[in-house]
């Protein structure tokens, strides 16, 4: 992964300095959120990028609020095709 620089509040910093690897994901998967809501990516595509499961950023974004159904209707039909081809390998 690469670093990106950002500025916070001095007083907000401490929040942002974990070595938690669940922390870190949930920060990472929050801050490409307007990405996805924007249409810009995909959740899967997000995932993908942050080297996780989409069930896993789903849930995320679930923790926090975020809607799932506003999905584009390709995403929803990839999700059902997905979920069919599982179920016959099953």
């Known amino acids: 992964m690469a670093t990106i620089t950002m500025e916070v509040p001095q007083e907000a910093l401490p929040f942002f300095e974990t ?18 809501k924007n249409g810009v990516l995909s959740r899967g ?7 996780m499961n989409k069930f896993d950023l789903i ?6 609020g975020m ?5 584009p209707i390709e995403d ?15």
């Open 19 to 36: 070595k938690d690897a669940f922390l870190l994901n949930e920060q990472r998967a929050l801050m490409m959120y307007p990405f996805v």
């Open 45 to 51: 595509r997000v995932a993908e990028l942050l080297g």
């Open 67 to 71: 809607p799932f159904i506003d999905s």
């Open 76 to 90: 929803l039909e990839e999700d059902i095709a997905n979920c069919e081809m599982a179920m016959d390998r099953g």
């Open 59 to 64: 849930s995320i974004y679930q923790r926090f």
